[in-house]
């Protein structure tokens, strides 16, 4: 999935006070403007509001969630209020994004979906809401292994290091590694392997790669606050099995070239 200039042509017919931003960098389309919402979702207040924000849009990669900066001031760059350090919003994690979207992603569907949800609640909080009105968001870091365990059904950040190798291979190498599950089999042997082949179709190998390496490169497994041996539930993670992770991933790098064939102005 990536998006193209058709998805952007529909975002701005959609929300009309969203206009294109000039290009600043091959691959980047920003688009600006406001995003006015009337939104009442089920037990919490009507809210009526308006932001000026800017989406950073990759159209020259697959299955990148944009990035949102809120342009006005009105949201601090604070973790407690979900913001990154750089600015943009913590809509989630990758994966978690990824999902809500579906499989046919739009942008117009993301602003409704993630960002509009997101402005929603900053001004839950303004008006004197504590913490987080919808109980499905994790700030980025801390809450990113919550929300990979609860997506991948496992407790452990082993268990979820695990998941995410077998989803950058394809089912048939998958199944060959140990299961992430915890019950000592073979992922082939266990029905867990319906749970990774339900969440396959939602984004395409290199993009789960993408998210594996971002996990590893957040060291959860090897921090002393995490607490979890890196190999403690992982019978069976043998010298071949890495290997064979290994030898799938080169492989994978060779299958993906990014093309510039989307670029404003290419
Ligand atoms: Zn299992």
Redesign the pocket.
Known sequence: MRFTEESIDELLGSWSRLRRSPAKEAGLVSVHGILAFELEPKGLPKIDDAYRVRIDIRVDRDDEVPEVFELDGRISRDVDEHVNPDGDFCLGSPLAVRLKLGRLPSLTHFVDQCVVPFLYAASWRRKGGIGWPFNELPHYSPGLLDDYQRLLRVSTAASTRLALAALCVRPRVANKLP???????R?GK???RQHLASLRPFATRPYFRRIAEDFERRKFCNTSDDQIDPQADIPDLSPQALDRIRAASRHLEADFHPTSSLLPGV
Do not use: E, V
Not at 179 to 185: E, Q, T
């Open positions: 299961c992430p599950c915890g019950c000592g089999l992922l266990c029905s867990y």
